[in-house]
């Protein structure tokens, strides 16, 4: 079946540096991605979503500037946390959809802890 | 009102009983619904993809749509201990969830006692 990974799963860094967190579709070609953020016993909210080869769609109250969103390829997708704040510490997921999936294909997530 | 409405749980029965988990939404255009099941500190797994209202069975899983009360519910049959997790509705406008992505509930925290 489809799979989407996500790398790193787990991150500690210092407040005020950047993390790169990477999502990629392993068998299947992902037309759009979408990056949510998910903080403890909440609902996933969506940041932005991105297709490949275009700027990403930010939601509101979402700082672009701050979550830069590449969507390099067609499997490939990066989030960057610019100067990471410890408010910004969450568990962030990636969800990829293709041709014929439905609902989406979530990533694993990746657990952003900010010192 | 939020877009979608969960009750967060947490939500305990016994083994073997019949699990009911339910969302409500006020958004008329939904048209595409799913639940998701999320073990604790990984990403979300689709169990049930279902479009309009209406029945949809796989295994122990039941998913119902009713669309007039803008209501929908999972059931689970035969609980398990393994199937303690939190449970997410989402929906959508479009299949896949279109442009803008997935309007998930806050999910139901479940715990099936052995």
């Known amino acids: 079946g489809a799979v989407v990974s996500q790398h790193p799963s787990w991150v500690i860094c210092k407040s005020g540096t950047s993390v790169k967190i990477e999502c990629r579709s392993l068998?299947?070609?992902?037309?759009?991605m979408f990056w949510y953020r998910q903080f403890p016993k909440q609902s996933l909210m969506l940041m932005a979503t991105?297709?490949?080869?275009?700027?990403?769609?930010?939601e509101q109250g979402v700082e672009k500037d701050k979550f830069l969103i590449n969507h390099a390829s067609l499997t490939l997708s990066t989030l960057t946390v610019t100067s990471a704040h410890p408010e910004d510490s969450s568990f962030y997921i990636c969800s990829a959809r293709g041709v014929g999936l439905a609902g989406g294909i979530f990533g694993p997530g990746t657990r952003l802890t900010v010192l | 009102q939020k877009e979608v409405e969960q009750d967060p749980g947490p939500l305990s029965v016994p083994e073997g009983a019949i699990v009911s988990l339910n969302c409500t939404y006020s958004n008329s255009a939904f048209q595409y619904f799913m639940w998701y099941r999320q073990y604790s500190r990984k990403g979300p797994e689709l169990l049930m993809y279902t479009y309009s209202s209406g029945n949809k069975e796989d295994g122990r899983f039941t998913a119902q749509v009713d669309k007039s009360s803008k209501y929908i519910s999972l059931f689970i049959r035969d609980s398990q201990p393994s199937d303690s997790a939190t449970y997410l509705c989402?929906?959508?406008?479009?299949?896949?969830?279109?442009?803008?992505?997935?309007?998930f509930g806050k999910g139901t925290h479940l715990i099936i006692q052995p």
């Open positions: 991105s297709n490949e080869g275009s700027k990403a769609t930010y």
């Open positions: 989402a929906m959508s406008a479009f299949p896949g969830g279109g442009a803008d992505g997935l309007t």
């Open positions: 068998d299947f070609q992902a037309t759009t």
